[in-house]
């Protein structure tokens, strides 16, 4: 596969943008961001600042995921922003054993940083960053499937699960793979303006409105917190998320007190049942939403509501969208 050609369009004026490529990391990545960048110059027309990709590596060959050959050039150091890919990562995966080969583009990354270069990593691409120091005292972000990953790995950053784009002085994290778009729209408004980011999102069919990775969690995939005492507290609500919640009657099921309970639970999971009773409310009241005709009055009342205004509001705290709006973007039609 070779490499993109670069755009030589506002010539002085171009952006130059790396991509570090490095074994095992997405193509799509490495070539998502040029290619909108690309479109993004074709737009803004032959007398507007453009855009200088090229693909850098540390390494004379780089096979990218799949086995991709990807043509690469070493470092260079006239390099506006340093974009960092993601890779195949899956939960429980061994990531110190994954990182350590990647010590080369690590202290790349290390060095381009150093110099003044804006660095931005893709999806879990933020792993690299991490792992070259640059997330320390930062505010962060990554797939929100390895976030917590990403913060026990560095608890000197601020992970924020819930961001699509988080930008902290110099450097900036993207959700999953998709969000690479969100990262290259807003780089796209910034150097060649609002009309021409706008006009691109429209071509390429991106959506340039999301502000959240919320939406897009899935519950269940995530661990579930608790050991044996947490895990059955957590059976026993999930069993009538409709039913009224009652602290005293759930402590008296288990033969503990009120206040013990609330300590047991909040020792094992880090937050309280009703704090998990809400949650499990809102993931059944998403696959109904995006499953069934049902109004969001009988939603609401399904999964233990009868104001629906106070179930919009507890829905939106934690999806990021209120009721109606989550369905038109998330209703299945199969």
């Known amino acids: 596969m070779g490499k993109p050609e670069p755009e030589h369009t506002g010539g002085a004026d171009a952006l130059r943008v790396a991509v570090l490529a490095y074994p095992g990391c997405f193509a799509s990545e490495v070539f998502g961001v040029p290619d909108l960048l ?57 990531l110190d054993a994954r990182l350590a080969p990647l010590a080369p583009e690590i202290d790349a990354v290390r060095t381009y940083a150093a110099e003044g270069t804006a660095v931005v990593s893709l999806c879990v691409g933020a792993f ?58 807003d780089l796209i408004r910034r150097h060649s303006g609002a009309r021409v980011a706008r006009t691109t999102a429209r071509i390429a069919l991106v959506d340039d409105a999301r502000d959240a990775q919320t939406p897009y969690v899935d519950p269940e995939l995530l ?43 909040a020792d094992e999971t880090g937050h309280s049942p009703l704090a998990h009773l809400q949650a499990a409310r809102v993931r059944r009241a998403r696959h109904l939403l995006e499953t069934t005709d049902r109004t969001v009055a009988a939603v609401a009342a399904a999964v233990g509501y009868r104001d629906p205004g106070t179930f919009a509001a507890l829905f939106a705290r934690h999806t990021g969208r209120r009721p109606a709006a989550y369905r038109a973007a998330f209703r299945r039609t199969d």
């Open 128 to 185: 690299l960053l991490a792992e070259a120091g640059l997330l320390r005292g930062r505010r962060a972000t990554t797939a929100w499937l390895f976030a917590a990953d990403l913060a026990r790995r560095c608890p000197e950053a601020d992970v924020r699960a819930e961001d699509l784009v988080v930008t902290d002085t110099g450097v900036t994290t993207t959700a999953a793979f998709s969000a690479m778009y969100d990262f290259a729209l």
């Open 223 to 265: 661990p579930r917190p608790g050991s044996a005492f947490a895990q059955r507290v957590m059976r026993r609500l999930d069993q009538d998320l409709a039913a009224r919640y009652d602290l005293t009657a759930l402590a008296a099921a288990f033969g503990v007190s009120a206040r013990t309970l609330l300590r047991r639970f």
């Open 38 to 94: 690309t479109m993004a110059a074709h737009v803004a027309g032959p007398g507007a600042p453009g855009y200088r990709v090229s693909v850098v590596s540390p390494r004379r060959r780089v096979l990218a995921s799949g086995g991709t050959a990807l043509d690469v050039t070493p470092p260079r150091r006239d390099v506006d922003v340093l974009v960092v890919p993601g890779f195949a990562l899956l939960p429980g995966a061994d």
